[in-house]
């Protein structure tokens, strides 16, 4: 018999990555599954944006291993779409939004291959769907802040991707935006899809995902939301820090701070 076991998304194995030599990740070991929406949190340099970028094939691994549905990144290369941190973008080029999104298509063209009017269709479509229908044309230096995330996005979606990284997606963008990024999110979840986000509020962290990650330089805990997001994990994860201790009293106030598993 012919029993299918389903693979999960990210599989990440002793993984260590460092800059000049000097270890940022340590042996992180973890897997997420299919379908889930996933939040990567942790304090400022506690190496989220380079696990992400890790997983991007961006940077040479110290040790370790990291497969995507089972494979190395560079046999399911196109069912992967990552959405950088919006800072690390030179957002002078001189490009429209259209332009773009296009490119969020080359995956699926051939090298020397035009965009077809069905890859323009698909990126006028994921231009709607973040709202931005009257800026297309507008280059992409002459937008806002929130405008350029959803730029962003508007090009991964157009990728049609099986697994979503995000660094980031609500820095910078009002509540509107973040409501609409998180319909879009969730949207990509019923279809099926695998997202991974970077995430900073602590407050939103438990609406918004079924996993969550806690990362500080190594693994804290890696697992469904309602186990990882208690007392102990948060004060390994960020080490007591005032702020948020502050927000953990806030949570508290509410009645919404998560029971402990029995
Ligand atoms: N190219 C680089 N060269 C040297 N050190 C780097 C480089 N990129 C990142 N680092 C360092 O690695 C650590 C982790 O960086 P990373 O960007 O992964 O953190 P982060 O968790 O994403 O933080 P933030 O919440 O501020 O975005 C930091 O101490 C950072 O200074
Ligand atoms: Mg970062």
New binding site residues.
């Given amino acids: 018999m012919n029993i299918r076991v389903e693979q999960p998304a990210v599989e990440v194995h002793d993984l260590t990555v460092s800059?000049?030599n000097r270890p940022?990740l340590w042996g992180v070991d973890l897997t997420l599954p299919q379908g889930a929406l996933v939040g990567i949190m942790?304090p400022?340099?506690?190496?989220?944006?380079?696990l992400l970028k890790s997983m991007m094939g961006l940077l040479p691994l110290s040790s370790g291993y990291i497969h995507l549905f089972g494979q190395p990144l560079a046999q399911v290369r196109a069912r992967v779409s990552y959405v950088p941190?919006r800072e690390s973008v030179d957002w002078d080029f001189p490009a429209s939004v259209l332009d773009v999104v296009l490119m969020g298509r080359y995956g699926k063209l051939g090298l020397f291959s035009r965009p077809r009017q069905s890859d323009r269709d698909i990126a006028h479509d994921c231009i709607r769907k973040v709202g931005l229908e009257n800026l297309a044309h507008r280059q992409i230096a002459q937008l806002s802040g929130g405008q350029q995330q959803r730029v962003f996005l508007a090009r991964a979606l157009a990728q049609k991707a099986d697994l979503y990284l995000m660094d980031?997606p609500f820095a910078g963008v009002d509540a509107t935006t973040e409501a609409a990024i998180v319909d879009l999110v969730r949207e990509l979840k019923q279809q099926g899809k695998t997202v991974v986000m970077?995430h900073h509020d602590l407050q939103s962290a438990s609406r918004y995902f079924d996993w969550l990650l806690l990362l500080n330089q190594r693994l804290v805990a890696s697992g469904p939301t309602h186990q990882v997001f208690v007392p102990e994990h948060l004060q390994e994860a960020y080490g007591g820090k005032l702020t948020l201790l502050a927000q953990m009293g806030e949570l508290m106030k509410q009645g919404n701070y998560p029971a402990r598993e029995k």
Wanted: net charge neutral; hydrophobic share 20%; aromatic share 8%.
């Fill in positions: 800059y000049q940022i942790g400022n340099g506690a190496g989220k944006s380079t941190q980031e970077v």
